[in-house]
Nanobody
């Protein structure tokens, strides 16, 4: 069983930055594709960014491209989401997901609130 624990959320002013972390309890972290998703109140969960197991391939939602950066450290079993120029409408619970061979695992999520 893979456990994912997110951290780094909090309150930030519009235009500010946050970096989220997701640590995975797994021996072969590099075998898992990872992604960040977010869900705002009353809205469906959406994909924010994804990264391949080696970290060489990344994808982003159009709404965050150029402002967010996903990265990973396979030694620390951690995936990161650097978020810049945050907007109030990006207030949401941010969760990480791990995928390998059809198995999917989710973290509990971390709250990000963008407000002045």
């Amino acid at each position: 069983q893979v456990q994912l624990v997110e951290s780094g959320g909090g309150l930030v002013q519009p235009g500010g930055s946050l970096t989220l972390s997701c640590v995975a309890s797994v021996f072969t972290f590099g075998n898992y594709a990872m992604s960040w998703h977010r869900q705002a109140p009353g809205k469906e969960r959406e994909l924010v960014a994804s990264i391949s197991g080696t970290g060489t391939a990344t994808t982003y939602a159009d709404s965050v491209r150029g402002r967010f950066t996903i990265s990973r450290d396979n030694v620390k079993n951690t995936v990161y989401l650097q978020m810049n120029s945050l907007k109030p409408e990006e207030t949401a619970v941010y969760s990480c997901k791990a995928i390998r061979a059809g198995s999917i695992y989710w973290g509990q999520g971390t709250q990000v609130t963008v407000s002045s």
